[in-house]
């Protein structure tokens, strides 16, 4: 199993350029997640879904788009990228359900817009 | 407004001694409590999840969890300095849905 896998790793971008961070995972998860953490910052959750072709937001949704048309994937996309939304993102997943509700992380996509 | 407090540190403690991580939260109806380890540039990771009143052991680390007075604790015993790193606190209620706190940096020194 590779987990939660996120591409690319790094990523430099100009103001109001756009891209999709993504994000495959393996194991067979349906609860798919989008995090985003800024320096000294805990994990903001941007978006979120439940199973394939359902997404919902979280708490900074704002100038992020997602899409889940598989089980395996969630990209998100970012649309006329802010110095603000210069980040660190992360990806998880879990399968919800009895005491099970661990998230298991991808590596991080780290994300600067100049 | 869900909220999860963590003091952000440092905590600096001795190797070999008892580090004390602490976690509130303002919503009664959370369920789930998980402490995760972040190392510096790396994704979390799980190291304890509780969801009853009382204590947790797992090898060096024993969660603790008093919903009444809404605080999740993390005792890391023996502490070594790989234990360095940033531990965050996360909470869930029904919808699966988890809260982040801050996370608090630990500082194990020789």
Redesign the interface.
Known sequence: NAGVTQTPKFRILKIGQSMTLQCTQDMNHN?M?W?RQDP??????IY?S?GAGITDK?EVPNGYNVSRSTTEDFPLRLELAAPSQTSVY?CAS?Y?GG?Y???F????TRLTVL | QKE?E?N?GPLSVPEGAIASLNCTYSDRGSQ?F?W?RQYSG?????IM?I?SNGDKEDGRFTAQLNKASQYVSLLIRDSQPSDSATY?C?V?RGS????????TSLIVHP
């Open positions: 609860y997640y995090y000294g910052m805990g994990l903001k959750l979120y439940v979280g992360f879990s919800p005491d509700n661990e998230q992380f991808g590596p991080g | 999860v963590q952000s789930s998980f995760y790396k994704s979390p990771e799980l999840s969801y965050l996360a869930i699966y849905i988890p809260t982040f706190g801050r996370g």
